[in-house]
Every structure is written in structure tokens, then in C-alpha cells.
């Protein structure tokens, strides 16, 4: 039950009663404070976006920035306004209407597919509007169900594996992330621990020393270790950095991976939200529908399937999800997670979908939607208060996500081994997310393997029919390379 002071005015214990019946709070073993602590961790977890998006999708000057085919850029600073404009927009409207603690922001994988792939073809502003069509057949397959019947298609083992494999990989990212992982430059091994097998680095130091201080908090179970975890983490950065001035790791490589830990000269700035309303959807006159089409196709299953993934994981983290890993609001959630691909084109930030970091403000306590809320709201904040966003370094970060990675692979005791046409399907959906740094192909993976496995050793009959369609379009997706070139 929430704990309201007796002598607080009855406004106040009233309207902590109405916000506690709203989001479920103590039916779901939360507190008010917890919430705000999980949506504060969330937010620090996931606020290299603001900055590492704009280096992908913009520049600071046309000779540094990814140039699309008519020689046009995105700018860097009218990213970043526009970056934490929509992130935290969405949190908001996810928290306060499908009341789950997951955050949303713009993904990576999206946006990088945009910047390599994409705009070499078209120009910012048409692969900005292929984003919003994507969103919108999101918005429409949520809003007719059968987004929720896919979903809802997913054998129990696989959605358990999905939640595994998604621990894997944020810890993977975590790992790589604090360069304690590196890759080695050859073909094998293709990584290795550190430089040369060694931790060379202060940074990666640091993110050990976090990571220590994480785990034993949390193992002592302290009220927001994370949190902690993380402040202690980016104060022992800012000392470091203070004394060796290493800098960022693209001038010194053994300097930060992102952004440098160093206190900033002023707090405040004005943000520029000038890439709002600048998409087109001319890219199907630029290059034809079928290939414009074959983008589209791209970017729905890279989305649709990420964000499946990542949500199936969430839930089960937070506890909300039932044994068959469906929980609350599905079908609400699923349609703002749409709606967030399409706020994504429109303020050209790339789709904006459920972040997997938000785990973080989850293995914190955080359970509700008010979480989410709290998180959106400093993303907005963020607009204003870019130089305290670059405060706390990727390696703090990286070391709660190692924490909460463990925390989900945690739920590998669920899944039955003894039956091998089970057991392959899942552990190929749990290896292939890290090993190729995608949800969506670790997901794509597991459903094939499982319809052929499965099929051919007699169950054919147990397999859904929706989950042979969404097979035979994987198959589509992992041959789009071929396909592309087939269609010019």
C-alpha cells in the first residue's frame, strides 16, 4: 500500500489514492517513490540517445554527416532537440495510456539502416516519410488485432527465449559498449576482452568498478542500487577525467566511448526543433514503387519484430506478463509503439520504439506506467539541459545494463530442454540477438527454426497458422538482399 503521511492534507492523500488506482500501483507490490526512482534510472540508462542519435542520423558540418542523394544533411543540434522531443512525447503517452514501465526513443537499429542504406537512394526528408508508412501499417495491424494475434501466436518457450536472448544482448551491448569487449581486428576470434586480452583502459576500469558496486548492492538488495550505482559510477568518471584528461575515445583510444564525463560550463540551452513536419513521400516517384516498397518491407519487420521482442522481455522483467507472456493493455501498447514510428518520421529522429534500456529503470523497482511517465517528462527536460545529459558517461550506463541483462537471463530456468524440437528453436533464438546484434533476426531465426523443426518431427498440427505466415515472410526478409538486386 502507498504510505501517505496521516496529518498530509486530503487533497494529497487523495490524489495519491486516484494516481495509485490509475497505474496499479500497489496491486502490482509498487510504491510511489519506487516508480519515480525506476522512471529517474530509465531515463539515465537511456540518455545517450540524445546524444549518440544526432551523431548517426546528422553532423555537425556536412563533411562529417551521412549525406543522402541529392547531397543533403540533417543537422546535429536539430536532432538532438527533435531526439529528446519525441522520446519523451511518447514515454509519456505509453506510460499514461497503456500504464507499462517501458520507455520509447528512437531505435538504433533503425536508424542506422536509414543512414547506411537508405539515403544514399533518396533524400532525408522521402526516407524520413518511408519511416512515417511503416508506422502507419503498425498503427493498422495494432489497431485490427492482428499485431495482437501475432503476438498471441508465439509458443510461450519461444516468447521465454525471446526474453533470454534479449538479456544476452543488452548485456553484449553493455559489454561492448565499456570496451571491456572489443572487436579484434581479425577474423578469429572476431572479439576479444579489452586490448589484446587485457582491461587497458581507465574507462573500461571504471565500468568495472561500477558494475562490482552495482552487483553488490543489488545483492544486498539496497533501495535503488542502480541509482546508486550509476551516480557513484559517473562521480568516479568525473574524477577520473579530471585528473588524465583522456578525452573521447575517437581522439584518444583509450578515452571514453561517447560522451566525456566533465562538469558542463552552462546547463541550459534552447533547443531547435526545425526537422518537425520535414518528411516527404516522394521516394516512390525517386526510385520506383517496388523498390520503395521493398524499404518499407524493411523497416515494418525490423520494427514490428524488435519491438515485439523487447516488449515480450519487459513484461516478463517487470513481472506483469502471464504464463503465456501476454500482459496487460497489449493491444494499447502495441498501437502507441506504432504511433511512435510515425512521430518518428514526422521529426525526422528515425522510429521511435520500446527501449530495451529501459530494463534498467525495471531492475530498479520501476512496474507501472507512472514510471514511464517520469522518464518521458526528463526527456523533454532533456531539450533544455543537453550539457547535464552529457554528464554521465556510456560506461555508467553500460554496467546497469550488464546488471539487468543477468537479472532477465535469470528466466532461462523456464524453459523445458528435454524435448530437442523445443530445445533447438530456443536456443537459436537466444544465440543469434547477441551473436548478430539484432532482435529481430534472433526472433526471425527461432520462428523458422521452429516451424521447420517442429513440423518435420511430426507437429505440424500444434504449430499456429499465422506462425507459418509470419515464417514464410521472414524468409522474404532474410533474402531482401537478393530480392533488391533482383528488382534493381
Do not use: C
Amino acid at each position: 500500500m502507498i504510505s501517505t503521511p496521516t496529518n498530509a492534507p486530503a487533497a494529497e492523500r487523495g490524489a495519491r489514492a486516484r494516481l495509485d488506482r490509475y497505474f496499479s500501483i500497489s496491486e502490482r507490490g509498487s510504491t510511489i517513490g519506487r516508480e519515480v526512482r525506476g522512471g529517474l534510472v530509465s531515463f539515465v540508462a537511456m540518455a545517450y540517445i540524445v546524444i549518440l542519435n544526432p551523431l548517426i542520423l546528422g553532423g555537425f558540418s556536412a563533411d562529417q554527416a551521412a549525406l543522402d542523394v541529392e547531397g543533403g544533411w540533417l543537422q546535429n543540434t536539430q536532432v538532438a532537440a527533435a531526439t529528446g522531443l519525441t522520446a519523451g512525447v511518447m514515454t509519456i503517452l505509453f506510460g499514461a495510456i497503456a500504464r507499462l514501465p517501458f520507455a520509447l526513443a528512437a531505435g538504433l537499429g533503425i536508424n542506422s539502416f536509414l543512414a547506411v542504406s537508405v539515403v544514399g537512394q533518396v533524400t532525408w526528408a522521402e526516407a524520413m516519410g518511408l519511416v512515417v508508412i511503416n508506422g502507419l501499417l503498425i498503427v493498422l495491424l495494432a489497431s485490427t488485432g492482428l499485431r495482437t494475434m501475432i503476438f498471441n501466436a508465439v509458443p510461450h518457450q519461444l516468447k521465454t527465449a525471446i526474453t533470454v536472448g534479449i538479456g544476452l544482448f543488452i548485456a553484449f551491448i553493455g559489454l561492448v559498449d565499456s570496451g571491456f569487449v572489443r572487436a579484434s581486428g581479425f577474423q578469429s576470434p572476431p572479439v576479444e576482452l579489452g586490448e589484446a586480452g587485457s582491461v587497458a583502459t581507465l574507462p573500461t576500469l571504471v565500468f568495472l568498478i561500477g558494475l562490482v558496486v552495482m552487483g553488490i548492492l543489488m545483492a544486498r538488495r539496497v533501495k535503488g542500487a542502480l541509482l546508486i550505482g550509476i551516480v557513484a559510477t559517473t562521480i568516479l568518471a568525473l574524477i577520473v577525467e579530471a585528473i588524465f584528461k583522456l578525452g573521447p575515445a575517437a581522439v584518444n583510444p583509450g578515452g571514453w566511448s561517447l560522451n566525456t564525463p566533465t562538469l558542463p560550463s552552462s546547463v541550459f540551452s534552447l533547443p531547435d526543433l526545425g526537422l518537425v513536419g520535414q518528411f516527404s513521400f516522394g521516394a516512390f516517384e525517386r526510385i520506383g514503387p517496388l523498390a520503395a516498397s521493398m524499404l518499407v518491407f524493411t523497416l515494418l519487420f525490423t520494427n514490428f519484430f524488435d519491438a515485439m521482442g523487447t516488449m515480450t522481455g519487459l513484461a516478463k522483467a517487470a513481472e506483469v506478463a502471464d504464463a503465456k507472456g501476454n500482459f496487460p493493455r497489449l493491444k494499447s501498447g502495441l498501437i502507441i509503439e506504432g504511433v511512435g514510428a510515425v512521430a518518428g518520421g514526422a521529426t525526422s529522429t528515425s522510429s521511435n520504439t520500446v527501449f530495451i534500456d529501459s530494463a534498467a529503470g525495471i531492475g530498479e523497482g520501476a512496474r507501472t506506467g507512472l514510471a514511464s511517465v517520469v522518464t518521458g517528462l526528463l526527456f523533454l527536460a532533456s531539450m533544455f539541459l543537453t550539457p547535464l545529459t552529457q554528464v554521465v558517461p556510456l560506461e555508467a550506463a553500460a554496467a546497469a545494463l550488464v546488471v539487468v541483462g543477468a537479472l532477465m537471463v535469470a528466466q532461462i530456468r523456464d524453459i523445458d530442454w528435454s524435448e530437442f524440437s523445443v530445445a533447438l528453436p530456443v536456443f537459436l533464438t537466444i544465440v543469434v540477438m547477441p551473436f548478430t546484434f539484432s532482435i529481430a533476426n534472433g526472433i526471425g531465426i527461432g520462428f523458422l527454426s521452429w516451424v521447420v523443426i517442429r513440423a518435420l518431427s511430426g507437429k505440424a498440427r500444434e504449430i499456429s497458422p499465422l506462425l507459418w505466415i509470419v515464417a514464410a515472410g521472414f524468409l522474404v526478409y532474410f533474402a531482401r538482399g537478393p530480392i533488391e538486386a533482383l528488382i534493381g
